[in-house]
């Protein structure tokens, strides 16, 4: 019978695979994988030849040239290392910088002949090397035949010849693989790989070619060379200071810093351009959406890692990174600044930190911070939900930004705190300095957040009971009120704030706010009467535990008497500005006199602050009234950061390369209250790698010392950082200074 009639009947659609997916590859789009990762790679042939062989195979190459020996001249007191400014890192390979002549000393099994022998180094990196893509570089020695990387022969003695290579200034920064290659008539002959002819080439900030060409030799020192940094936190008007050890040149730092590359599956073609790198890394310092470096905990609760508070500086922090291939806890923006800043300098892109005190936190697009306040003057912390943060730290980093328009180039923001995302990935930058002075928010990248972080108005609302709201102050001056970073070459600070903004009311800086509105971004256009009544708040230094005094000074410049409603409140804030609690409130009613002044003085206790103090221990006390006789609200806000004990760190010995020395750590428990889970921590750039002691308890009153030998390896001035961590303090460090003698 035939089923030529018959309908088919549809049957149902078989079940969907079980399992994980299969990973999707390019197979089917492209010949080869995009390379992404330096530290896959693919050996080149021992013997890459011309023809086929005979029925004999090919002949004895005996009487052609043959390579013996390779120096790649990569001992620290050798040239290249000192000539590129690479003797500091701790790494038996060579290190070079792009644009810049190194040297190669090769053997062979008899004198070179330039007429007859023809030879070339060649340079590889990835897993699929192309001439074309700038990941196979051939580098030959006479000038009848160069390639973008320039060879020459500086001299020949016997069986040896040494040749210089000039890498191209715009080469791709990483790790590469170096060959011998001899040619011979039937093929070429090359040497086997081996890891001993493995180099690194970074970024040259000497090479005037270079995208991050600095012509400042004291920037250089400072931004490249300098380990030993200081980040600037606490207020605008108690500033404090926190040592860091950068450690870029200790081992395994630069291979962890590759390594971030890799895991972000950034392909090796893009790892020359300073932009691309420095925009893929702001996303990778951080572990929102890439499983990067640093996760990221506000919160008080660091049970399952590192309290923020507690690291000393980023070696450990990367090298745990590359051996566990898992996100490190925990960070705060010091922190990914601080991290991040190794890695830039490691690389060899200059850059510094930078700390920014009133930083707004912008995610709407506009340029104000606004504070709701019931009709009556008192603070509506239900409906307040905007936070300008103590201080915020990020990275400025060195480079030209030929995307951009003339001018523009220089000192540019990057930022790998997660705050908002950026083309669709927590980061921030690289954004032109000069472009956010001028108001030119619409350059790449993130522009108008920065503005906005050192530009915002706060804003005062009166919310009536309809709802409705109405602007009655506006403060223009306090956000970006100053942008510190460390003075080149000295352990001073350095004022950058008009780097950032023209003055305050400055028809330049009226001009730059009207601009970058034209690009979108929105302020308050209200002016409300400023009232005729003054309110001063004293700046104060407290230690933690201590009792105070906050004195207020109403002061009435009109010529009748005034009655202020106060409403007085302080609370606990994290050093990002958000309330954790409310420990003091007080409602007084102040009568001025005219053109007099008078003080409301509140006691501020202990136990009323200490059992909700939060790390950073700042407290913030925000004063505001409404003045009966004309309505009027006036406002005032005040940042008290805590000072906390000290913890000292002594260093005795003869002070000299390769001689032991002893480091001596003490501290007292100052409070009458006990210290549990308590880590101390402990290193130095170039004398000590990161140690820790954990006690579980410190009694109140009672001390503790530890002692810790240790041994110099390179001679110079350094410091020995320490600091204490416990859930009850935080932040308690100390440094002791020393010069190291050869």
Not at 358 to 383: M, P, Q, V
Not at 559 to 569: G, H, K, L, M, P
Not at 590 to 609: H, L, Q, W
Not at 690 to 714: A, C, M, N, V
């Amino acid at each position: 019978m035939s089923d030529q009639g018959s309908s088919l009947i549809p049957s149902s659609a078989p079940p969907a695979p079980s399992g994980p997916p299969p990973k999707v590859t390019n197979h089917g789009r492209t010949s080869d994988p995009v390379a992404s990762s330096n530290s896959d790679s693919s050996d080149l042939l021992d013997f890459e030849p011309f023809s086929a062989p005979g029925p004999r195979g090919f002949p004895p190459l005996t009487e052609y040239l043959d390579i013996w020996e390779v120096d790649m001249m990569r001992k620290p007191t050798q040239t290249n290392k000192q000539q590129h400014h690479t003797s500091l890192f701790n790494s038996d390979y060579l290190i070079v910088r792009r644009g810049q002549e190194f040297e190669v000393k090769v053997v062979f099994n008899r004198p070179y002949k330039q007429a007859e022998d023809k030879f070339a180094l060649e340079f590889v990196i990835g897993s699929s090397p192309q001439y074309s893509k700038g990941t196979y570089i051939p580098v030959f020695p006479t000038d009848e035949r160069q390639s973008s990387w320039k060879g020459r022969i500086l001299n020949t003695l016997n069986n040896a010849v040494t040749m210089s290579i000039t890498p191209e200034a715009n080469c791709i920064v990483g790790k590469y693989q170096m060959y011998v290659a001899v040619m011979t008539p039937f093929g070429i002959r090359r040497t086997r790989r081996d890891d001993g002819r493995n180099l690194y080439i970074l970024f040259n900030p000497w090479a005037s070619d270079d995208a991050v060409f600095l012509d400042d030799e004291s920037e250089r020192q400072e931004c490249v060379m300098n380990e030993m940094g200081i980040i600037y936190h606490g207020a605008y008007d108690d500033i404090a200071e926190r040592n860091w050890n950068y450690g870029q040149f200790n081992y395994g730092v630069l291979d962890a810093c590759l390594y971030i590359m890799d895991r972000s599956q950034m392909p090796i073609t893009n790892r020359g351009d300073p932009i691309k790198v420095t925009r893929k890394a702001s996303a990778m310092l951080n572990s929102h959406d890439d499983d990067g470096v640093l996760v990221g905990n506000w919160s008080g609760d660091y049970t399952y890692g590192v309290a923020p508070t507690s690291w000393t500086g980023s070696t450990e922090i990367l090298l745990t990174y590359s051996s566990s291939k898992m996100p490190v806890c925990y960070a705060q923006c010091w922190v990914y600044a601080a991290v991040f800043n190794t890695f830039l300098r490691c690389l060899g892109i200059p850059s510094r930190v930078v700390t920014n005190y009133f930083s707004a936190h912008d995610n709407d697009g506009n340029l104000k911070t606004d504070i709701i306040l019931h009709d009556n003057g008192r603070i509506d912390r239900g409906r307040t939900r905007d936070s300008i943060w103590n201080y915020h730290c990020w990275n400025e980093c060195y480079m030209s930004r030929p995307d951009l328009p003339a001018g523009f180039g220089g000192w540019q923001v990057v930022d790998a705190t997660p705050q908002e995302t950026s083309d669709g990935m927590y980061r921030c930058g690289p954004a032109s300095v000069q472009a956010i002075k001028h108001g030119q928010t619409c350059f790449p990248f993130d522009a108008a957040f920065v503005f906005a972080e050192v530009n915002s108005d706060v804003v005062f609302y009166s919310r009536s009971k309809d709802g409705t709201m109405e602007p009655v102050k506006v403060n223009q001056t306090h956000v970006g009120r100053l942008v510190l970073t460390k003075s080149p070459g000295d352990e001073t600070r350095r004022d950058i704030t008009d780097q950032y903004k023209f003055p305050e009311g400055t028809n330049e800086e009226r001009t730059v706010l009207e601009k970058a509105e034209e690009y979108g971004c929105k302020r308050e256009k209200s002016n409300p009467p400023e009232a005729d009544v003054d309110l001063v708040l004293p700046s104060l230094e407290v230690r933690v535990g201590d009792d105070f005094e906050l004195s207020l000074e109403f002061v009435n410049r009109s010529d009748q008497r005034r009655t202020v409603d106060a409403y007085i409140s302080g609370s606990v804030v994290y050093y990002t500005g958000v309330t954790s609690s409310e420990f003091l409130f007080r409602d007084p009613t102040v009568k001025i006199g005219p053109n007099a002044g008078v003080k409301e003085v509140v006691d501020v206790e202990s136990r009323n602050y200490m059992k909700k103090l939060v790390e950073q221990a700042n407290l913030h006390f925000i004063v505001t009234g409404k003045v009966k006789e004309t309505g009027q609200i006036i406002t005032a806000m005040k940042v008290v950061t805590l000072h906390n004990p000290k913890i000292s760190v002594t260093v005795a010995g003869s002070n000299k390369v390769n001689e032991e020395m002893v480091a001596t750590v003490e501290f007292t428990n100052p409070f009458n209250f006990r210290l549990e889970g308590v880590y101390i921590r402990m290193e130095g750039p170039g004398i000590m790698l990161p140690k820790f002691k954990y006690y579980s308890l410190i009694p109140g009153g009672s001390s503790l010392t530890w002692t810790e030998f240790f041994t110099p390896e390179r001679a110079g001035s350094t410091r020995m950082i320490v600091t204490l961590d416990c859930p009850a303090l935080r932040q308690v460090h100390g440094q002791a200074p020393l010069v190291i003698n050869p």
